[in-house]
């Protein structure tokens, strides 16, 4: 039950992530509503890793599903971070 409760939480925080990368591509920059729900999207998918984390502990940050999403939540938030400070730059 705890492996398909993890893997639920995962799926969730990767459908998160994978929101707030479409959020990014659809603003390239210039809407900062869809910057700002995309970064929404990655404080709610990075809440859905940590319970994974704090309920399976290693078992969560040895998942490849896991450690995926992570990596994919840091990038995207990069992502966000770069395309938020090209908006400054262009004001």
Same mark, same amino acid.
């Given at each position: 039950?705890?492996?398909?409760?993890?893997?639920?939480?995962?799926?969730?925080?990767?459908?998160?992530?994978?929101?707030?990368? +479409? @959020?990014?591509?659809?603003?390239?920059?210039?809407?900062?509503?869809?910057?700002?729900?995309?970064?929404?999207?990655?404080?709610?998918?990075?809440?859905?890793? +940590?319970?994974?984390? @704090?309920?399976?502990?290693?078992?969560?940050? +040895?998942?490849?599903?896991?450690?995926?999403?992570?990596?994919?939540?840091?990038?995207?938030r990069q992502q966000v971070? +770069?395309?938020?400070? @090209? @908006?400054?730059?262009?004001?």
């Amino acid at each position: 039950m705890a492996q398909q409760n993890l893997h639920q939480q995962l799926q969730q925080a990767s459908q998160q992530i994978h929101d707030a990368e +479409e @959020n990014v591509r659809l603003a390239q920059g210039s809407d900062p509503n869809l910057l700002e729900q995309a970064e929404q999207e990655l404080k709610k998918a990075e809440q859905v890793l +940590e319970n994974a984390q @704090n309920q399976a502990g290693t078992e969560a940050t +040895e998942n490849a599903q896991f450690q995926q999403a992570f990596q994919q939540l840091h990038d995207t938030r990069q992502q966000v971070q +770069e395309a938020q400070q @090209n @908006n400054s730059d262009v004001l």
